[in-house]
């Protein structure tokens, strides 16, 4: 298929363009390289440095047989302090994207959504069919509104669209300034040998899902028509301690841990149902936190400058 990567020179586009083109898809990417980093981008790519709202991109997007859509502002804190750059920029770039979409004839889209959509879900492992839940700050504001507009344009104008809830993703070429992210955070400190920056003393449970199986589920989406709605995690909860004490055994020794107390909005625990998504696009994850966690140390290793 040919596929164009928003988002593409980001930290999970990056690697789901490599899968993309080693699968035999022929991929365009755009970022404005706002947060993103061109030397992550596949030098296969058909890369362009442009903005979502870019008139340009209408032009661009002809003949493609898809879009998947990463582009969008992260930082959760970033966001209460700039609610209106984040509304700006991910909901109205999202709406922007799809009508250009529709313009152009491109009428499939694979969208990055978030676990943080449920809130603090009521039970647990959480399915799809969870309700929504209340947001403690716009980012998460902004996810629930882009998955709307993109269920529109399924209900409007037939658009085939799959909207993939990650969990936490983690893995090598997470480079996000600032990084927020708990498993990148710990492996630099380590690595660094300065103190490990830990909320909750650690007690929070999540799914860490790999990069390289969160990419996965985007190849496979495309292969769907009409409306779906997928968790992408390994349903596995790991307590954020115990993370931490896997990155002391793999490198050989501890480093200080700066008990960073409570922090507001935080959920206890996130741990996804995948049964749906196993069910119908045969997608598991296949990554143990042990392998993924070399793996990401591996990358900080070798890459100093980014420590
Ligand atoms: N990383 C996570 O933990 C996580 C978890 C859940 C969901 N997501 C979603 O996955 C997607 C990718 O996340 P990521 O970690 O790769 O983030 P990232 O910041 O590394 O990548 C996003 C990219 O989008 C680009 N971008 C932002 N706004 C743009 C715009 N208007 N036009 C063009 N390019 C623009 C940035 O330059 C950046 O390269 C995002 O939509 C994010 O909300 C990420």
């Known amino acids: 298929m040919k596929v164009l990567v928003t988002g593409g020179a980001g930290f999970i586009g990056s690697h789901v363009n490599i899968l993309l083109l080693n699968q035999g898809h022929s991929v365009t990417a755009i970022d404005n390289l706002s947060k993103?980093?061109?030397?992550?981008?596949?030098?296969?790519?058909?890369?362009?440095?442009?903005?979502?709202?870019?008139?340009?991109?209408?032009?661009?997007?002809?003949?493609?047989?898809?879009?998947?859509?990463?582009?969008?502002?992260?930082?959760?804190?970033?966001?209460?302090?700039?609610?209106?750059?984040?509304a700006?920029?991910?909901?109205?770039?999202?709406?922007?994207?799809?009508?250009?979409?529709?313009?152009?004839?491109?009428?499939?889209?694979i969208f990055s959504s978030s676990a943080c959509v449920y809130g603090k879900p009521a039970s647990l492992p959480i399915?799809?069919?969870?309700?929504?839940?209340?947001?403690?700050?716009?980012?998460?504001?902004?996810?629930?509104?882009?998955?709307?507009?993109?269920?529109?344009?399924?209900?409007?104008?037939?658009?085939?669209?799959?909207?993939?809830?990650?969990?936490?993703p983690y893995g090598p070429g997470e480079l996000h300034e600032p990084e927020t992210h708990a498993i990148p955070n710990f492996v630099k400190s380590t690595l660094a040998k300065t103190s490990l920056p830990l909320f909750w003393k650690g007690?929070?449970?999540?799914?860490?899902?790999?990069?390289?199986?969160?990419?996965?589920?985007?190849?496979?989406?495309?292969?769907?028509?009409?409306?779906h709605i997928y968790n992408v995690g390994t349903e596995i909860g790991a307590k954020v301690i115990d993370v931490v004490k896997k990155i002391f055994r793999i490198v050989g020794y501890e480093v200080p841990i700066d008990d960073k107390g409570e922090r507001k909005g935080d959920v206890p625990s996130l741990v996804a149902s995948a049964a749906k998504i196993k069910k119908e696009l045969g997608w598991s994850a296949k990554v143990s936190l042990e392998e993924g966690l070399r793996k990401t140390i591996d990358f900080y290793r070798s890459r100093p400058s980014s420590i």
């Open 36 to 86: 993103g980093h061109k030397e992550i981008v596949d030098p296969r790519v058909n890369f362009h440095q442009i903005s979502l709202e870019d008139q340009k991109l209408e032009d661009i997007l002809q003949g493609h047989d898809a879009v998947i859509h990463m582009a969008s502002f992260i930082e959760v804190g970033e966001s209460v302090k700039k609610p209106v750059e984040f």
């Open 88 to 109: 700006q920029n991910n909901i109205v770039g999202t709406v922007k994207l799809l009508k250009t979409m529709k313009n152009a004839g491109v009428k499939k889209m």
């Open 127 to 168: 399915t799809e069919d969870c309700p929504l839940g209340e947001q403690e700050n716009p980012y998460g504001i902004t996810k629930i509104a882009m998955e709307q507009f993109c269920k529109l344009y399924h209900n409007l104008f037939d658009f085939d669209v799959t909207i993939l809830r990650y969990f936490n």
């Open 203 to 227: 007690e929070q449970v999540r799914d860490f899902i790999y990069i390289d199986d969160l990419a996965k589920a985007h190849v496979l989406a495309l292969n769907s028509a009409g409306l």
